[in-house]
């Protein structure tokens, strides 16, 4: 199966508005380059009219990093999936760890994120990891399939093809660390047959699968060699231009 390569942006709390049109401008350089491959940047909320202002016309998608479960209302500080797309994105983070770890994100949560991402037209990259203590415990491929089978319980079939799945290792997020990429492209190859299983083989086949966690432009190629790695959702390295710039012109 040939998937399009995905490279992916998480920018996180960082950067402010001059920063990130700076830095939206730069990568929109080196994306119009490479036709070859698919690029998604998520801002922070506050920059994403500024980044989609810089990227539009560029081959480059804009997603927001999170979103509420629900359609409005009154839930002060969060953001709809409808606000999300008149701002001017296409795409939405959902699951990070970093939600799920520190904002306590469960299970049901990220199913009706899930949802509503799709029931209001946003293309999802679903996030599903372990931790440092479960990866000890060697199970982490439990995790990983009960994430996924929550996180895609009453998706319709058809909706699948809006869908990315990203796995980042709670461990090697942020810390340096990563997975082998022997390691990362085994738990990729758990996730397809997972997807396979719930759904059938030739939405496994065609489903794009990133990796995120500390990937940088050392580790890139190796990565994207892997047979089931067809991409990578990138922290702190997409914050520089010249670290992102080795990341997306990978040979």
Not at 189 to 211: C, G, H, P, W
Not at 214 to 238: F, P, Y
Request: proline letters at 2%.
């Amino acid at each position: 199966m040939n998937r399009i390569p995905v490279i992916a942006a998480n920018w996180k709390m960082n950067l402010n508005r001059d920063d990130a049109k700076k830095l939206a401008a730069s990568i929109a350089q080196i994306a119009d380059s490479r036709v070859d491959r698919e690029f998604i940047v998520f801002p922070g909320f506050l920059t994403i009219s500024d980044v989609h202002e810089i990227i539009t016309g560029t081959t480059i998608s804009l997603g927001g990093q999170n979103l509420h479960y629900e359609e409005s209302g009154a839930f002060t500080g969060e953001i709809s999936a409808l606000q999300l797309k008149d701002s001017g994105c296409s795409h939405v983070l959902v699951g990070h760890s970093e939600r799920r770890h520190y904002f306590k994100e469960n299970y049901e949560t990220v199913n009706r994120k899930v949802h509503r991402a799709l029931q209001d037209g946003l293309k999802v990259m679903l996030c599903v990891g372990e931790s440092l203590e479960e990866r000890e415990q060697t199970i982490t491929e439990m995790v990983v399939v009960d994430q996924l089978e929550s996180a895609l319980a009453r998706i319709a079939l058809k909706n699948l093809k809006n869908m990315y799945i990203a796995y980042e290792p709670i461990w090697a997020i942020g810390t340096g660390k990563n997975a082998t990429p022997e390691d990362a492209n085994h738990v990729h190859q758990i996730i397809r047959k997972t997807i396979s299983r719930l759904f059938n083989e030739k939405v496994a086949d065609e489903m794009r699968i990133l990796y995120g966690g500390s990937v940088k432009g050392e580790n890139i190629t190796e990565l994207m060699q892997q047979e089931h790695i067809d991409g990578v959702l990138v922290g702190g390295a997409s914050l520089k231009p010249e670290s992102f710039a080795s990341i997306m012109d990978y040979k």
